[in-house]
Structures are given as C-alpha cells and as structure tokens.
C-alpha cells in the first residue's frame, strides 16, 4: 500500500503560481511512476502530468505543457507540481497518484484525497 497525502491548493489570481506537493509513505516511493490528475465540477478527471519513477522523463498534457513543471525528490518521497500562469479553466481539485508511467487514469493504483486549486478571473 502506498498513502498519498496532497497539499498546496488555494486560491490565487489568473497568472498567479501554485505548488502542489504530494508526500508518499508505505511502499518504495520510487519503485513508482508518478502523477497529477485533475477534475472540474461536472467533468471527468483528467491527465495533467507524470514523471517516471527516476524522474528523467516527464509527460504533460497539452493544456498545461509550458505552464506546469512536475518534478520529484525520491529522497524526500515527494512529488510536486509548479504551476505557472494560472488560468480560471484550471480550476480543479488536484489528486497526485502513483503507479504505471501513463496518462490513463487506469495505469495509477494509488490516490491522494485531492487537493482544491481556485484560480480567480
């Protein structure tokens, strides 16, 4: 089992930065792939970034790649998500997760609770 545990949500005004953190205890941090999940009221939780269980090879999705940054610290068993430029359609609540390297949402074995992120217009 692995708990994950999200912090860092607020709210903060469009262009504004964030930086969420997702701290990792249980099994072998680095034994996983990584990863930023999101979901807006009335929608389906979506992909927004991973990073591989070294760290070496990130992925993003096309609507934050530029703006968001994940990175990890396996020493630490923590991963973080920097998001820059803030958007109002970025509004969602956050959920780190941990598992197979991918965007699909069935790749990830573990969840966090989530986190709120609101950006105001």
């Known amino acids: 089992q692995v708990q994950l545990v999200e912090s860092g949500g607020g709210l903060v005004q469009a262009g504004g930065s964030l930086r969420l953190s997702c701290a990792a205890s249980?099994?072998?941090?680095?034994?996983?792939?990584m990863a930023w999940f999101r979901q807006a009221p009335g929608k389906d939780r979506e992909f927004a970034a991973t990073?591989?269980?070294?760290?070496?090879?990130?992925d993003y999705a096309d609507s934050v790649k530029g703006r968001f940054t994940i990175s990890r610290d396996n020493a630490k068993n923590t991963v973080y998500l920097q998001m820059n430029s803030l958007k109002p359609e970025d509004t969602a609540v956050y959920y780190c997760?941990?598992?197979?390297?991918?965007?699909?949402?069935?790749?990830?074995?573990?969840w966090g609770q989530g986190t709120q992120v609101t950006v105001s217009s």
């Open positions: 997760a941990a598992g197979g390297y991918g965007l699909a949402v069935e790749l990830y074995d573990y």
């Open positions: 249980g099994r072998t941090f680095s034994g996983y792939a």
């Open positions: 990073i591989s269980r070294s760290g070496l090879t990130t």
